[in-house]
């Protein structure tokens, strides 16, 4: 079945460490998401991926980097800078056509401080 | 500046009633589009229905439609004939420019028996 794969369910992270959270799809979507949700709060944007090899940052982008080699995979990586990282992650992918498409998300990636 | 807002936290349904949510909007572009997304207590967020600023008609999906007062820049949800699966937290989107989404804080539903 088609859709959005992301792993690990749960991770965390030790003080100084960089972790990457992974997000693979197979719907073929060209533009691909990472957001960020703190408990009773909605989502907020860290980057987004509109194609292969360009993406920009969203609205809370500092202490996070991305990369986007393959159109299938947009790993996001919480590197030491981000204080405070505890929060659930959420990556999300949508077809590009037309201003009418979901985002599509997957399961998500709970991540906490040790 | 917050652009989307949903002014109830929660709210309790009796099974089989319907419910409204709220999700009131702030845009100066003429072109834009209203989502809303339902995330169960297992973190998964689905999407439910969508309405674009230029659709004449009202969106409706199975169970759920949107009341959409453009003047008054309001999206509100319409779950009707309620059931227990539908617990769960609802967020209003709204899409900015390029695929974009700006969400609420959402409105966590409790269906009761």
């Known amino acids: 079945d088609g859709g959005i794969t992301q792993s690990p369910k749960y991770l965390f992270r030790k003080e100084g460490q960089n972790v990457t959270l992974s997000c693979e799809q197979n719907?073929?979507?060209?533009?691909m998401y990472w957001y960020r949700q703190d408990p009773g709060q909605g989502l907020r944007l860290i980057y987004y991926s509109q194609i292969v090899n360009d993406f920009q940052k969203g609205d809370i982008a500092e202490g996070y980097s991305v990369s986007r080699e393959k159109k299938e995979s947009f790993p996001l990586t919480v590197t030491s800078a981000q204080k405070n990282p505890t929060a659930f992650y959420l990556c999300?992918?949508?077809?590009?056509?037309?201003?009418?498409?979901?985002?599509?998300f997957g399961d998500g990636t709970r991540l906490s401080i040790l | 500046a917050q652009k989307i807002t949903q002014t109830q936290p929660g709210m309790f349904v009796q099974e089989k009633e319907a419910v409204t949510l709220d999700c009131t909007y702030d845009?100066?572009?003429?072109?834009?589009?209203l989502f809303w997304y339902k995330q169960p207590s297992s973190g998964e967020m689905i999407f439910l229905i969508y309405q674009g600023s230029y659709d004449e008609q009202n969106a409706t999906e199975g169970r759920y439609s949107l009341n959409f007062q453009k003047a008054r820049k309001s999206a509100n949800l319409v779950i009707s004939a309620s059931q227990l699966g539908d617990s769960a937290m609802y967020f209003c989107a709204m899409r900015e420019g390029w695929g974009k989404l700006q969400f609420g804080a959402g409105t966590q539903v409790v269906v009761t028996p």
């Open positions: 845009t100066s572009d003429q072109s834009y589009g």
């Open positions: 719907l073929n979507h060209d533009a």
């Open positions: 999300a992918s949508r077809r590009d056509r037309g201003g009418n498409q979901p985002q599509h």
